[in-house]
């Protein structure tokens, strides 16, 4: 069965640091990632969209790789803030111009000042 | 524009009620989707609309839950019987398929629902 896989357990960083957060997928051959962010109490907000021509994306201090050999997407917010912790969750999309993305179970990052 | 708008905010039922959200998507978003999010099963779609037909209803757990789309500006989601498991976080979510390269979806607030 289809399965996309985050980190369950919380990710607790140095403010400053590189965080890096990881979504693996099996049986499932997507044409496009999404990842999203999400804050207590709200919905899911979107951050970048890579497809799966695509190797890397980047976004102010955001970067997206994509491996489509591996199965997997590492997530990496450069020189982090308190002000980034929230749970974050990879989304992945089929082809044929549908709107429908499966979401992953999301890692929760904090970011320690 | 406002964003998805979702009605209520916060539910309390006893089982066996009929509980109906509500969700009001951005205007021009031709499509529209109902999520439901628990902290076991993380964010699930339950089902999708496009142009106010329901496309793909798969995620439904049971009969008990059904959706409505009557134009493109309103959808609920009704519960009946609604049951303790039914508990969880459901958001609403449109998008657009002209001019959206990122297939980005725009997210509610959503409401929280407690089925005592």
């Known amino acids: 069965s289809q399965k996309i896989e985050q980190n369950s357990e919380a990710l607790n960083i140095q403010e400053g640091k590189t965080a890096t957060l990881t979504c693996n997928y099996t049986?499932?051959?997507?044409?496009?990632l999404q990842w999203y962010r999400q804050d207590p109490g709200r919905g899911p907000v979107f951050l970048l969209l890579i497809r799966e021509n695509e190797k890397e994306k980047r976004k102010e201090r955001l970067k997206v790789t994509f491996d489509t050999t591996l199965k997997q997407s590492l997530f990496h917010i450069t020189a982090s803030q308190p002000a980034d912790s929230a749970t974050y969750l990879c989304?992945?999309?089929?082809?044929?111009?549908?709107?429908?993305?499966?979401f992953g179970t999301g890692t929760k990052l904090q970011v320690i000042p | 524009d406002a964003g998805v708008i979702q009605s209520p905010r916060h539910e309390v039922t006893e089982m066996g009620q009929e509980v109906t959200l509500r969700c009001k998507p951005i205007?021009?978003?031709?499509?529209l989707f109902w999520y439901r999010q628990t902290m076991m099963r993380g964010l699930e779609l339950l089902i999708y609309?496009?142009?106010?037909?329901?496309?793909?209803d798969s995620g439904m757990p049971e009969d008990r839950f059904s959706a409505k789309m009557p134009n493109a500006s309103f959808s609920t989601l009704k519960i009946q019987p609604s049951e303790p498991r039914d508990s969880a976080v459901y958001f609403c979510?449109?998008?657009?398929?002209?001019?959206?390269?990122?297939?980005?979806?725009?997210f509610g607030p959503g409401t929280r629902l407690t089925v005592l």
């Open positions: 989304a992945l999309g089929n082809s044929g111009g549908y709107q429908k993305v499966t």
């Open positions: 609309f496009n142009n106010n037909v329901p496309i793909d």
């Open positions: 205007s021009g978003h031709d499509y």
């Open positions: 979510a449109s998008s657009s398929s002209a001019i959206n390269p990122n297939n980005e979806q725009f």
């Open positions: 049986n499932y051959s997507p044409a496009y």
